[in-house]
C-alpha cells in the first residue's frame, strides 16, 4: 500500500524566514493534500495539489508525480504559522494515507 | 452552513461500554464517505470507506465496524470498548467522478475510553 514521509519531523523558524516541508510517497496516487492539524485535532485544509503548482497567499504546493514528491513553500513566517502540518495521498477510492506530520515552531 | 457534522462532539466512556459515533453529509449526492483515527501522537489512519448506501469496506482492523445506512449517513460503532480506542475520530467526504478526488473532513470526534 501507500507509504507516506514527511519531513522534517519539526522545524524552528525565527518570523520572517521561509521554510520548506517535504512529503515522499511510495506509489503513484490521484490524490495529494496539504492540511494544518489544529491542536484538538480537526484539519484545515491548505492544498488539494495532486500535480504541478498552486499557492494561496504565503503557501505553495508543488508536487512532482514521477519523483514521488510534494513540498509545502512558507515564505515569510509568522508566528501564527506555527503548528502541525499533514500531507496525505492516495486513491480516491480508497482514501488518503498520512504522513506522521511536521511540526514547525516560528519565534519572533 | 456545514457541509459535514460528526456527532459527539467528545465521548468518555469507559473500557468494555459500547459505542456509536455518527457522521452526516448534506447537500451531497452519492458521495463516498471515510473514517479516520488518530491516537495521540500518531498517525491519522484510514478505517473504513464506503462507496454507496450498505457497503462499506474495512482498511485496518480495530474491533470497530462501520455502517452506511443511508445515503448522507456514516456509522462506527463497536459493542466492546478497548482502552487503545482511545483518540480522534474524523470523518471525510468526496464526489464520485468528476475530476477532482479532494477529500473534505469533519471537525472530529474525541473519544476517551478509561
Known amino acids: 500500500g501507500q507509504q507516506v514521509q514527511q519531513s522534517p519531523a519539526s522545524l524552528v523558524l525565527q518570523e520572517g524566514e521561509n521554510a520548506e516541508l517535504q512529503c515522499n510517497f511510495s506509489t503513484s496516487l490521484n490524490s495529494m493534500q496539504w492540511f494544518y492539524q489544529r491542536p484538538e485535532g480537526s484539519l484545515v485544509s491548505l492544498f488539494y495539489?495532486?500535480?504541478g503548482t498552486k499557492q494561496s497567499g504565503r503557501l505553495t504546493s508543488t508536487t512532482v508525480i514521477k519523483e514521488r514528491r510534494s513540498s509545502l513553500h512558507i515564505s515569510s513566517s509568522q508566528i501564527t504559522d506555527s503548528g502541525t502540518y499533514l500531507c496525505a495521498a492516495g486513491n480516491y477510492a480508497q482514501g488518503l494515507t498520512f504522513g506522521l506530520g511536521t511540526r514547525v515552531s516560528v519565534f519572533p | 452552513a456545514q457541509t459535514i457534522h460528526q456527532w459527539p462532539v467528545a465521548e468518555i466512556k469507559a473500557v468494555g461500554s459500547p459505542l456509536s459515533l455518527g457522521c452526516t453529509i448534506k447537500?451531497?449526492?452519492?458521495?463516498?464517505l471515510y473514517w479516520y483515527w488518530q491516537a495521540t501522537g500518531g498517525t491519522l489512519q484510514q478505517l473504513f470507506y464506503?462507496?454507496?448506501?450498505?457497503?462499506v469496506e474495512s482498511v485496518v482492523q480495530l474491533n470497530l465496524s462501520a455502517s452506511r445506512p443511508k445515503d448522507d449517513q456514516f456509522i462506527l460503532s463497536t459493542e466492546k470498548l478497548l482502552l487503545s480506542h482511545s483518540g480522534f475520530y474524523l470523518c471525510a467526504w468526496s464526489l464520485l467522478g468528476g475530476r477532482s478526488y479532494e477529500q473534505y473532513f469533519g471537525p472530529g470526534t474525541r473519544l476517551t475510553v478509561l
Open positions: 447537500g451531497k449526492s452519492s458521495p463516498n
Open positions: 464506503s462507496i454507496t448506501v450498505g457497503q
Open positions: 495539489n495532486p500535480s
